[in-house]
């Protein structure tokens, strides 16, 4: 009996049974600490809210409940707050906007530590500045497809490794993701018009590909140890000094704009380990010849090594490309197929029947066609 109850007391003590769930619907924005009790404050480890709150509630979050790891906010609407609450900054918090320094105490230079997991509210529009700054154990975060912008700094220094955005996201302000030195996969919104300076610097990404709305290109993956591969789309016309400061490791960059984009001083002049730049066909002349990319990279500036209609066969399965179109012949009838960008998002699914398919993309973009014996990658371009 004595050799139960130790056993009992270990598994406790191992696995705490500290896994403390609560479920609360707040009525009254501000209220979340009066519907707690003492005890709640400092054992509740998974939290779920729902109701309206406000940014006093997300300070309690922060300041009282000192165990919170898990918290589900998904059907909680965040009101506008006038008065003192997260930040010592600002006295003003919007509505559907999760408050600036949420889980950052700026005063101190502390942050919530013990927070590994967060679901946003499905009416969230913005991410303030600072929200989840220095939370070093937050490791994947979704961020929905309501919000709209990413604050200053909003991310800085998190354990994030994996972020994935839905498509309403246009801007992601400086310092967002900086130093976030465990972040290696993002898969962006396909609407991002502007990504800050050092907006994801000193991170482990491998291959990025910049949205295809972005213009220009400034210093938001500088001193990124890990970048092996860079896609520019067509959309790219400027690259700002020091766009790639210290990414000691690119060997590959695949700019896909017919016109070379104007690029300031410096913006290459360390990449001593890039092998190739890959440009469209009928550009190289122009690229050899333009500043900054001739001077500094001319003797590595091919043709992208696929052709206009690329022709990749699998077991029976021919995929290649005519003017604005992808076209896939041979796949069975109800097998699916999927295309996506080159930095992972999903463009289109479609149940196959039979027959060829046509599916119509956008010119000068890379594209990966996925069928059930594999996937195949095609350049459209002019």
Same mark, same amino acid.
């Given at each position: ?27 009254? *924005? ?34 009282? #409940? ?8 998904? $059907? ?11 930040? +010592? ?22 942050? !919530? ?9 499905? +009416? ?20 929905? %497809? ?10 800085? =220094? ?10 309403? !996201?246009?801007?992601?302000? $400086? ?15 396909? $609407? ?9 610097? %000193?991170?482990?990404?491998?291959? /990025?590909?910049?949205?295809? /709305? ?12 890990? #970048? ?40 290459? +002049? ?8 890959? !440009? *469209? &066909? ?8 333009? *500043? ?12 992208? *090594? ?16 005519? $003017? ?14 999927? &295309? ?6 999903? #463009? ?12 119509? !993309? ?11 014996? =594999? ?8």
């Amino acid at each position: 009996m004595r050799a139960t109850f130790l056993l009992f007391l270990l598994s406790v003590s191992i696995f705490g049974y500290s896994q403390v769930s609560k479920i609360i619907n707040v009525v009254t *924005p501000g209220s979340l600490s009066t519907l707690l009790t003492e005890d709640e404050k400092s054992t509740v480890t998974d939290l779920t809210v729902s109701g309206t709150i406000d940014a006093r509630d997300i300070k309690c979050m922060r300041d009282q #409940l000192a165990s919170i790891t898990n918290l589900d906010l998904s $059907n909680a609407n965040i009101a506008a707050f006038e008065g003192t609450a997260t930040s +010592s900054l600002t006295t003003s918090y919007p509505a559907n906007e999760m408050p600036r320094s949420s889980f950052y105490r700026s005063g101190s230079a502390t942050a !919530v530590t013990t927070l590994a997991s967060v679901i946003l509210p499905n +009416s969230l529009t913005s991410i303030g500045a600072n929200a989840f700054y220095l939370c070093t154990y937050l490791k994947s975060i979704y961020i929905g %497809n309501s919000i709209t912008d990413i604050g200053y700094e909003a991310f800085e =220094g998190s354990g994030l490794t994996t972020v994935t955005m839905g498509n309403s !996201v246009t801007t992601i302000q $400086n310092d967002a993701f900086h130093y976030c030195s465990l972040l290696k996969n993002i898969t962006f919104s396909e $609407n991002i018009t502007f990504i800050g300076a050092g907006a994801f610097s %000193n991170c482990i990404i491998a291959k /990025l590909t910049y949205p295809k /709305l972005v213009t220009t290109v400034i210093d938001s993956f500088c001193e990124c140890d890990y #970048l092996t591969e860079v896609t520019l789309p067509a959309t790219i016309t400027n690259i700002s000094s020091a766009a790639f400061y210290s990414c000691n490791a690119l060997k590959t960059i695949y700019s896909l704009n017919p016109t070379p984009p104007i690029c300031q001083s410096y913006c290459f +002049s360390s990449l001593s380990s890039v092998t190739a730049v890959y !440009v *469209p &066909v009928s550009s190289v002349s122009a690229y050899k010849s333009a *500043p900054v990319w001739g001077d500094n990279l001319y003797k590595v500036i091919k043709a992208i *090594p696929i052709t206009k209609v690329t022709e990749q066969n699998t077991e029976g399965i021919k995929i290649y490309s005519v $003017n604005s179109n992808i076209i896939i012949e041979g796949t069975p009838k109800g097998e699916i197929v999927s &295309v996506f960008s080159l930095n992972g998002q999903s #463009l289109k699914t479609v149940e196959s029947s039979g027959d060829k398919m046509v599916i119509p !993309v956008l010119r000068n973009n890379i594209y990966l066609v996925k069928t059930a014996t =594999g996937t195949s990658k095609v350049f459209i371009q002019e």
